[in-house]
Every structure is written in C-alpha cells, then in structure tokens.
C-alpha cells in the first residue's frame, strides 16, 4: 500500500520504517529540513537501537519530504504522528494534529483512511473526522481510525515489528478492512473496537504501568523505613501471574514522553467531566516526590552540596535511548548547581542534548573514571549496562568521598558490602562500610 506518515519523532519514523519492512511503500513527512536532509541519507535523527540499519535496508521503499501536499495527494493511507505535548494544565496540546488534519483536506485527491497514531485524549478522533471532512478541497471519502501505539523508547523497532497487539478504533468497515491489510503480515492480535475504546485502551494502559512503578516506589520507601528488602519483595509478588514481574523495579520514578504527559492528560480529561480519578493522581504525586529520593539522602550526609564534587551517571529518563524528557536529572541537577555544587556528568548518548539546555556551569565527561575521580558524592540516575557492569569497588579508589546514592539499585548488595563505600539505594538497607554515620562538614 501506498502509505505517508506525518511526523518523524519516535512514533513517526519508527512507523514509517516498520512498515516499509514488511513491504509497504511509505513517504515520511516533516516540516524540519535538515532533519529530512539527514533521513535521505540513511541517518536517523534520533538514537533508537536498531532503527538506522533498518532505514538503510529498506531505502528503495522509503522517502522523505517536507512537500506534503505531494505526499498526501495520492496515499491510500496517512498516519498521523505528531506530537502532542503537555499543556500547562496538564492537558494535551493538540494544536499540531489538527494542523495535519486541516493539510490533510486541503490535500487529498482520492479516497483514504487517516489513521491517528499519536496518543490523543478520548473523542480527539471524532473531532478529527470532522475537522477534515469540513475543510474538503475535493470530492472524496476520508476515513477516519485509532491505531495506538505501544512502543517503549530503546526497543522501538522490537516493539513495533513484534507487537503485543495491534489496537484499531474504527466507526465503519472500510477503514477497519483497510488497517488489517496494512497489518497482516504482524504476527500479533488484533484488537478492533470503535474510536473512543481504542483511544481509552491507549491511556488506560500506559497509566495502569505508571500505577505499578508508583506503587513498588512507594512500597520500597516503606521498606527502608522497617527494614525489609525491596528486591525480595518484588520477586515475591512477581510469581503471581496475576501481577507479573515487570515494572516492579523500584527507583527514582518514570520519565520519558509518555507515562508523566499521560498521566496528567487522563486526569485532567477526567477533571473536565467532574470526576477524579484518585488512583491515577495518587501515581503522579509519587513519582513527582520521588525524582527527589537521592537529593533527600544526601541530605544524611551533607548540610549542602555547596563547593562539594558532585559525580552524576546518567542523563537519560533510561537506557537506550538520549531522551531526556522527564528525566530525573533534569530536576535534580538544577538543584545542585543552585545548592553550589561542581557537577561532573556522564551519559554514553545523552550529553550532546543536555549541553543544549545547560552549556555551561556542568563539566562533561566521556568515562565513568573521569567524571568519578576525587567526587565526594556519586549520584546514579540511569541504569545504563556500562554502569552496572562497572567495577563498585573502583568508587572507593577514586572518589575523595566515595558516597554512592543509586537511584536504580544497580549494584547487588554482597557485592557493596566488599567495597569500601557508603552505598545508598532504593528499598534495601544502606551498606555503610565507612562507618559513617554523621553529617559531613
């Protein structure tokens, strides 16, 4: 089929090369140049593992333009997957989706179905419908259908070449008969129900994981206090089918482009009909509250931070990927600076984006040695592979104060019990091998 994907974000690009790999011709579409520059020539704009190699493999089916008139004309079929960013008030911002709704209309010259992708709140797809079907240049049918996505960023391309389900909101028969064909060869249920049920399924489940990470927090917050260990906990609860075992990681909260904006946007389309959903705002003070875990511990150890070395590994909301919406580190490392701190930050894909909102002020470095050497405390903020597997004894030989505060409890605490540290983490009794048990001056 002839498909065009407006928008070349996480969604977007991801889409449109997924689908070029089972066969589809796709034209991708955006309003950035140089980034359309870049796609051309095999180059992802973002770091997504897995995805650029998928893009050079099927470069005969692909395309990118910033001409989307030219690109929507003739398709027969148009994903919409632009972005809908959080609003002040919490609520999403749709002005980009209906601005490729109103291009759409003034553009299309055959009959197709417009498929939204990007995760909108609920009877967003109506208003869509309408929206196109009043601004018509010529004389044709429009479809319109839901097909939320439910990738995870770091396992994009596995999620969407290998999806749980495919979810499709449909009113009519022609648009459902249409996303079917698009998806026959993904070896997945399907899941077809009207518009408001898939947008629901899309937001209901990204808001019941938020609820799972919030509670295990809130869980490992009480184990500390009464001396119980969290990991065991999870492991405990993680047998019974009926919970699972993933998303029972405790930390430092979630971050990213989709739990926090879906949290609040659910919450805040619930409050517009006079209602609250209490579960649901209940996840999103947790995870507010517990962005700011390690700065409340080192609070144990330092008055202030003011002249002290401060070591920071990790940038990313998490591994795998170099985004840093939400990310822990962006509410955090303000508050060091303003305390007086000299931050020392790692990251292996992260830095380039965080030099962006914070040239200066901040030392980066490329090794966790370097960013690690005479640091008087070492927060941990993404569990990246180069972390967990870097040796725990080698904080104590090359911090001045080897302090380390985990916020992704990546090390085993047999091991932290050999090194010569104070090792501080989330659920789990704090291994203090420096018998230190005073605030430092």
Same mark, same amino acid.
């Not at 495919?166 to 009113?171: A, D, K």
């Not at 701190?341 to 966790?368: M, Q, R």
């Given at each position: 089929? @002839? #498909? ?6 996480? +969604?977007?690009? *991801? ?25 051309? !020539?095999? +180059? ?9 190699? %998928? ?22 079929? &148009?994903?919409?997957? =632009? ?8 609520? !999403? ?6 601005? *490729? ?6 553009? /299309?010259?055959?009959?197709? +179905? /417009? *498929?939204?992708?990007?995760? *909108? ?57 249409? %996303? ?10 399907? =899941? ?24 295990? $927090? ?7 206090? #009464? ?43 619930? $409050? ?11 996840? &999103?003070?947790? $995870? ?17 931070? @003011? ?16 985004? %840093? ?15 007086? !701190? ?6 292996? +894909?992260? &830095? ?27 927060? #941990? ?10 040796? &725990? ?38 291994? $203090? ?9």
């Amino acid at each position: 089929m @002839k #498909i065009a994907v407006a928008g070349t974000g996480y +969604v977007g690009l *991801v889409t449109g090369v997924c689908l070029a790999e089972h066969g589809h011709s796709v034209t991708c579409v955006d309003i950035d140049e140089n980034k359309v520059a870049l796609m051309k !020539a095999g +180059v992802s704009p973002i770091y997504e593992p897995g995805l650029e190699e %998928l893009m050079v493999k099927n470069m005969e089916r692909l395309n990118f333009t910033t001409d989307y008139k030219d690109a929507y004309k003739d398709a027969d079929i &148009i994903f919409i997957a =632009v972005g809908t960013p959080e609003k002040q008030d919490g609520s !999403a911002n749709l002005s980009y989706v209906y601005e *490729v709704a109103e291009q759409i209309a003034r553009s /299309v010259e055959k009959d197709c +179905v /417009v *498929v939204v992708k990007s995760t *909108v709140p609920i009877g967003t797809n109506d208003k869509i419908e309408d929206l196109i079907k009043s601004n018509l240049a010529n004389n044709v049918n429009v479809y319109v259908a839901s097909n939320p996505e439910f990738l995870s960023q770091g396992t994009a391309v596995r999620d969407t070449l290998h999806a749980s389900r495919i979810v499709i909101g449909v009113e009519d028969e022609i648009a459902g008969e249409v %996303l079917k064909e698009v998806y026959k060869n993904f070896d997945c249920p399907i =899941v077809v129900t009207n518009r408001k049920s898939a947008e629901m399924i899309k937001y209901a489940s990204n808001d019941f994981l938020a609820l799972k990470i919030s509670f295990i $927090n809130e869980i490992a917050n009480l184990c500390e206090i #009464i001396g119980a260990n969290i990991e065991d906990v999870a492991l405990g609860m993680g047998y019974d089918e009926r919970i699972g075992n993933r998303f029972l990681n405790a930390g430092i909260g979630y971050g990213g482009s989709c739990f926090p904006k879906d949290t609040k946007a659910l919450h805040w389309l619930a $409050n517009f009909h006079d209602y609250e959903l209490k579960t649901v705002k209940a996840a &999103i003070d947790v $995870n507010e509250s517990q962005k700011l875990k390690l700065i409340k511990k080192s609070r144990k150890y330092f008055d202030s931070l @003011k002249g002290l070395n401060v070591a920071v590994l990790g940038l990313t909301f998490k591994p795998g990927t170099d985004d %840093l919406r939400e990310a822990p580190s962006l509410v955090n490392i303000p508050l060091m600076l303003e305390d007086g !701190a000299n931050v020392k930050a790692w990251d292996p +894909v992260g &830095i380039e984006n965080f030099k962006k909102l914070y040239p200066h002020g901040i030392t980066y470095c490329y090794s966790i040695e370097d960013t690690l050497r005479d640091a008087d405390v070492c927060f #941990i903020f993404t569990e990246w592979d180069e972390v967990k597997n870097f040796d &725990i004894s080698k904080y104590g030989e090359l911090m001045r104060r080897p302090i380390v505060l985990d916020g992704r409890n990546c090390y085993d605490l047999i091991s932290a019990k050999k090194a010569n540290i104070i090792y501080d983490s989330i659920g789990r009794e704090t291994i $203090n091998n420096l018998e230190i048990s005073f605030v430092y001056d």
